[in-house]
């Protein structure tokens, strides 16, 4: 009668919901299954046995479908419960300077980036090393297999860590810039009240104030524009560093915004920042 004795310190409720579906499957097979459980400093402690048919071929057949379906409730729970935990302590030992805020930023991307790694896959990582510790002796210490084994899966976490951690030092970075860009509006005289960006020739733009006239000249200097105009310089890199220069109290953007929404000008402006409502010269372009 096969046996496989299992130690679980975390997450022992959910693995034996996990093994008494898995198990229950093979009873249809003609298999007797018994799951009994015990507790010790801590540690659930469950004993899975299969008593299988005396015909050897059907015997050894379900006792590989039994070790199969042990390793799948396993993998299973290892997946499900232990793996936000693996991240946050892989991410820890990858990043020791951050702090708790940064670990919190960083694992939802670490998390949407092991989201991409199919289920199935990881499944499959997880209960392949799982069987084959079963087939090597038939008892496990969970809490033991997900620290010193799995390391495949392991492989793969640490490479959605490192996605997600450039994800997140990216963004970091881009929210301290718009802060000092904000900064650099805020606490400087404004050159013109109001400004009004325009769509200008060849996907560029115009900037004009209350009246008409263009203040692209009077503000920017003209290699500027010429690095612009043969492609060198990003226009949102232009815009934003027009909009430092004259730290304008209003901007009214004419742009149709399906066409070119400035995601940046807009973190950046705040409430300085209009959309067009339809006036008359923006009504002349869309006719």
């Given at each position: 009668m096969p046996q496989i004795a299992i130690c679980c310190r975390l997450y022992a409720g959910e693995l034996r919901e996990r093994l008494e579906a898995h198990l229950e499957a093979l009873k249809g097979a003609g298999a007797g299954v018994e799951i009994r459980e015990s507790a010790m400093?801590?540690?659930?402690?469950?004993?899975c046995a299969l008593n299988a048919p005396a015909e050897p071929r059907a015997a050894g057949a379900l006792e590989e479908l039994f070790r199969a379906r042990v390793a799948q409730a396993i993998a299973e729970t290892v997946v499900c419960e232990f793996a936000s935990g693996m991240i946050a302590g892989r991410l820890r030992r990858l990043r020791p300077d951050y702090t708790d805020a940064d670990i919190e930023g960083a694992l939802a991307p670490a998390e949407r980036a092991l989201g991409r790694l199919r289920g199935e896959e990881r499944l499959f990582l997880?209960?392949?090393e799982a069987l084959e510790c079963l087939w090597e002796?038939?008892?496990i210490d969970v809490d033991g297999f997900v620290r010193f084994r799995l390391r495949e899966y392991k492989r793969r976490l640490d490479d959605c860590l490192h996605d997600a951690v450039r994800r997140y030092e990216l963004g970091r970075e881009q929210q301290e810039f718009i802060k000092l860009l904000r900064y650099l509006i805020e606490h400087q005289e404004a050159s013109i009240d109001e400004l009004h960006i325009f769509p200008g020739r060849e996907d560029s733009f115009e900037m004009r104030d209350r009246n008409g006239s263009s203040v692209d000249s009077e503000y920017l200097e003209?290699?500027?524009w010429d690095l612009a105009r043969e492609g060198c310089v990003d226009r949102e890199d232009l815009l934003i560093?027009?909009?430092v220069s004259l730290a304008p109290l209003k901007v009214h953007w004419h742009f149709d915004r399906s066409v070119w929404r400035s995601q940046v000008a807009e973190k950046v402006l705040g409430r300085r920042l209009v959309y067009c409502s339809g006036c008359e010269r923006c009504a002349r372009q869309r006719t």
């Open positions: 400093g801590g540690c659930a402690f469950f004993t997880v209960a392949t002796r038939e008892r003209a290699y500027v560093s027009a909009l």
